[in-house]
């Protein structure tokens, strides 16, 4: 099977309940992943006391490459996620038509996303560095 070092886009599957939401996000530079790098460790104390800045910097870069939102059932197959439309008094579905729809997905999802895209980061560069 080939692997591909360059997607376009990757998918981060958050466990909520039996249910994963699916956050997509598109392919980010290296210029984007180290200017994030950067924020995220600026001026951080050496003992991490305050982990606002950290993860604040973690939200920010996953808003600016985050492009959909979906869900899979328990079963594996696609579902969708809806939110709470104060205004209408009912559930919605979630997706990036909906106004600032960002906004309405839980933040510690975005953090444990921004984790994994490290993660996929750092993979990729030790491959790199293996070849």
Not at 36 to 50: G, T
Not at 61 to 90: C, Q
Request: charged fraction near 25%.
């Amino acid at each position: 099977m080939p692997i591909n070092i360059s997607p376009r886009f990757h998918r981060v599957k958050i466990a909520h309940g039996d249910c994963h939401v699916v956050l997509e996000f598109r392919q980010f530079t290296a210029e984007e992943f180290s200017a994030y790098m950067r924020e995220r460790y600026l001026n951080l104390p050496d003992d991490h006391s305050n982990e606002e800045q950290y993860h604040l910097a973690t939200i920010n870069f996953v808003d600016r490459l985050l492009m959909n939102i979906s869900a899979v059932d328990p079963e594996g197959k696609p579902d969708i996620v809806t939110y709470y439309d104060v205004h209408a008094n009912e559930d919605r579905e979630l997706n990036p038509a909906v106004e600032n729809w960002k906004d309405h997905i839980n933040p510690l999802w975005k953090i444990s996303a921004g984790f994994e895209l490290t993660r996929i980061q750092s993979e990729m560069e030790n491959s790199y560095l293996k070849n």
